[in-house]
């Protein structure tokens, strides 16, 4: 299993604000200064997981106390500067924010350049509440999205002459992009999934597919991208081209460990603070997406415990662990929780760790890092290759 060190870099002072943490959060709130050192720190952070071993992952989201990473591109050119091993994951560039793909494209191939080559990159539809900021409108989003995928790829592996573009939604007369990227055809290339449906689409296409806290739902993820990927190239697809997103929380000794995991659990509380008009614009959700949910209940998108029972917002750090959104104890725990869920889930080669989340300060994600770095990771590097003893049906 290959790790990858990920944090939202939150702005976590703003944090005892009431109301709501995007959107119309305030910018007085923000203390640029502190913003600059919190900043600084999460870089440092990254750096220290290069010389771990560990791989590194951005993300980007906006107008959100919970996430100053306002663009992972820009993040990305400066570790790929300083690091010197890490692979590098944009997870991802929400194309929602985005009304020049070839920008994008752009972006990609520079940082390709300037790490030697290291870069993976996640295209994402993007959080429904970007929208609002980007002023792009919801309905027909994915077929805009689709058009910018395509623009994007065709930008990165051209090795002729400059081409143009004349879509539905973009049009170019030009088409130049300098540099290249180094890898070939391109980058490998990630998406995300909350359902075996859109895993599906993903193996058919054989990206990489990720998914995020999604606890007991990974395995139908995991099951329906296997079914899709082998349907479509004949070979079933190795562990590598599966990853799960949680909070890793590490230490000597589980008293520590626990107090880490309460101090990053404000992650998932603050992530509930938003206005309900900005949760899910009208057309931006298929039609049947809507009516699950509506008939499932507000909790219906809560993950589950083993018991059936949606985690409650404020649930405990157990009740957490128990739908496997966090993994904490000792380097022992850790690695035997690990190895229960990649065993529950079918397997998946990419742990996406949130070594930082929330309140975690820097000493104690220095020490967790360290941790997961020397005394999990090399333990964990087997299960990519070990065999899997249950294979799950794909369902939804």
Known sequence: MIIWQFSEQA??????????????????????????????????????????????????????????????????????????KARLLALGIPLANRSNPLRVAEEIAMVDCLSGGRLEVGLVKGAPYELFMSNRQPTGFMERFWEAHDLILAALTNQGDNFSWEGKHFHYRTAS??????????????????????????????????????GAVARSVFAG?????????????????????ALVACADDRATAFRRAEAMKSYFTTAARLDPQFRNPWGFNPVDANIRALQAGPMAMR??????????????????????????GTPDEVHDQLVRFHGETGGFGNLLMMGQAGELGHEDTVDNLTLVGREVAPRLAELATAPLEVRYEAVG
């Open 225 to 245: 991208y296997r079914e899709a990927y082998l349907a479509a190239h004949g070979v079933e697809p190795g562990q590598d081209k599966l990853a799960y997103l």
């Open 11 to 84: 702005y976590h002072p703003a944090f005892k604000v009431p109301g709501p943490m995007r959107v119309t959060l305030a910018q007085r709130h923000c203390d640029p200064v502190e913003a600059g050192h919190l900043l600084n720190r999460y870089l440092d952070e990254y750096l220290l997981a290069d010389e771990l071993g560990l791989n590194i992952m951005i993300n980007e989201h906006h107008a959100a106390a919970t996430c100053m990473s306002t663009s992972c591109m820009t993040t990305l050119a400066i570790l790929a500067r300083q690091t010197r």
């Open 177 to 214: 992009m300098w540099p290249r990227p180094i890898q070939q055809p391109h980058p490998p290339l990630w998406m995300t999934a909350s359902s075996a449906t859109s895993a599906r689409d993903y193996g058919r296409l054989g990206y990489n597919c990720a998914t995020f806290l999604s």
């Open 303 to 328: 993950p589950r415990m083993r018991n059936g029972k949606p985690v409650p917002v404020d649930g405990s750090i157990e009740e957490y662990m128990d739908a496997g959104l966090m993994f904490v």
